[in-house]
């Protein structure tokens, strides 16, 4: 009887420790998605043969890809770290006339599964979501910095161009603004 009793004190020792690892472990996650991700880890959804599919360059494989990348990311939240382009006052006419700014990450080619694709990110920044900090930021910016936007994705897809082009698009309605270290 006593060897089962120090069986169940070690089982539940070692239950223990496995749970703090995986507690340490998702708490280090977040820290991590704090300091942003870069627009190419968006494809990581994406499975080297579904990305194969898209090399035809004939829209084979786009619905699906964009459907995978939607439930991924759409309505998410999330924090990018890219290099911004020149903002530009934007009046969110939809939204009964919310001031803000509008810019676009400078654009990059990625490489997945051998395919090329062009990144096209649009940033929404209304000014009531920002911070003092934020605003600084925005008044000071110049093309070419890079920014870690926190923010929820609003829009993701992949699409093809008559010239067999693929391009990712995403968009995201920031909320916090700050500069990337």
């Known amino acids: 009887m006593p ?3 120090a069986m169940k004190r070690a089982f539940f ?7 703090l ?10 820290a991590d998605e704090m300091k942003g991700r870069e627009v190419g880890d968006v494809l990581k959804h994406l499975t080297d043969k579904e990305l194969i599919k898209l090399r035809s360059g004939r829209g084979e494989g786009v619905d699906e890809a964009t459907a995978k990348l939607k439930a991924a990311e759409v309505s998410k939240d999330t924090a990018f770290v ?6 530009e006052e ?18 990059e080619r990625l490489r997945a599964a051998g395919l090329y694709i062009e990144t096209n990110m649009i940033l929404y920044i209304k000014k009531e979501a920002l911070t003092q900090e934020g605003l600084d930021i925005v008044k000071k910016h110049r093309s070419g910095n890079k920014l870690l936007l926190a923010g929820r994705v609003s829009r993701c897809i992949i699409i093809q161009t008559n010239a067999g082009q ?5 968009d995201l309605q920031v909320s916090s603004i700050s500069e990337a270290r």
């Not at 020792?13 to 749970?19: F, T």
């Not at 690892?21 to 977040?30: F, V, Y």
């Not at 890219?82 to 903002?87: E, F, N, Q, T």
Request: proline share 4%; glycine share 12%.
């Open 3 to 5: 060897y089962s009793i």
């Open 166 to 170: 693929t391009e990712l698009h995403i």
């Open 90 to 107: 934007w009046d969110f006419p939809n939204q009964g006339n919310v001031e803000g700014w509008r810019t676009k990450g400078i654009p």
């Open 21 to 30: 690892i995986c507690l340490t472990h998702q708490t280090g996650h977040a």
């Open 13 to 19: 020792l070692v239950s223990g420790i496995a749970a």
């Open 82 to 87: 890219l290099k911004v382009g020149k903002m």
